[in-house]
């Protein structure tokens, strides 16, 4: 599978260290396509469905239908063997508040 940018797959984040969101959930691929296409790697941000409306670093979104966020505070590196299937996509408007908020917190675009 070539996952593309802003889509949400199902991926075992399992296993963990310390804080790290951990078990099987949905995380959203941002990494560019061209990354995506030619490494066995992606990156990407867990989604979760403990809603932190207050945490700047979080991005409310909706995934197969039910409330969730983007965690860009837990941005990671995995392998593309971790994920299990395709869920969703990210809407533009989703899309462009994650990438907003990863200029806003690590500086890159």
Known sequence: MTPVRYGIYLANLDPTVGAEMKKTRPVVVVSQ???????????????????????????PVRCAGKPAEVAVDQIRTVAKVRLVRKLDSLGEAAADAVRHTIVEMYGVA
Do not use: E, F, G, Y
């Open 33 to 59: 396509d061209a990354m995506n296409d030619h490494l066995d790697t992606i990156v990407v941000c867990p989604l979760t469905t403990k809603l932190h409306a207050t945490w700047r670093s979080r991005i």
